[in-house]
């Protein structure tokens, strides 16, 4: 694989002598709360999975019904799962951006909380996305979402939202990579076939 996420299986922040605005004598205490990681096969090449993720008409197919993309170093990574009516900051991923990308290969993006997390909602964690041809001519699909951990020791009063936020996302992101893989048109083929 030309990327590596380097982190370990279960990020643990260890404890500092002061923490962000803490007294001297305060330590910040250690959180393990382990990142996530799916993989998944899809019957498409890896260039239309690019797609898929970093434009609105691809995200469109499997992921969102609207979005705002601006595939730039510091652009806009916000989709949105509600309509245009939902309060602010609550239709979908306001206020995310991408971190890095290499042209389909890899992105990496912030995301945040779940509305009904709000504290954790404040802080964004990192999705990375790597895609790899398979030797068969489909594309394997890496999704690594971290922070949780790092987050969570930053901001310990709130520290089980955010290992409520991985627990959501733990459950999330594999139907998401299935809804991806099930909008090949292999997929409906197979569908189709089926019915």
């Known amino acids: 694989m030309l990327f590596a996420v380097c982190v370990s299986p279960s990020s643990a922040v260890p404890a500092t002598d002061v923490a962000d605005g803490a007294a001297p004598d305060m330590k910040v205490p250690q959180v393990t709360i382990p990142h996530i990681e799916v993989e998944m096969t899809v019957d498409l090449p890896r260039a239309e999975v690019w797609r898929r993720w970093t ?3 691809g995200v469109a197919t499997f992921f969102a ?5 601006e595939l730039r170093l510091g652009g806009a990574y916000e989709l949105y799962f509600l309509p245009k009516d939902a309060p602010e900051g609550q239709r979908g991923s306001e206020g995310c951006r991408i971190l890095a990308y290499a042209p389909e290969r890899m992105l990496a993006f912030t995301w945040n909380a779940p509305p009904q997390l709000p504290n954790a909602r404040q ?5 990375v996305l790597a895609l ?8 394997q699909v890496l999704l690594t979402h971290l922070g ?5 020791a930053r901001h310990a009063e709130h520290a089980t939202e955010f290992e409520r936020t991985r627990d959501y ?3 999330v992101w594999p139907h998401v990579l299935g809804a991806l893989k099930a909008s090949s048109p292999a997929a409906a083929a197979d569908r189709q076939q089926e019915t």
Not at 65 to 69: F, K, L, Q, T
Not at 132 to 139: I, K, M, P, V, W
């Open 55 to 57: 434009t609105s008409e």
């Open 65 to 69: 019904p609207e979005s705002h993309i």
């Open 123 to 127: 802080h964004h964690t990192w999705v």
């Open 132 to 139: 790899e041809d398979s030797d068969d001519g489909r594309t």
């Open 148 to 152: 949780f951990a790092e987050l969570a």
């Open 169 to 171: 996302f733990a459950r």
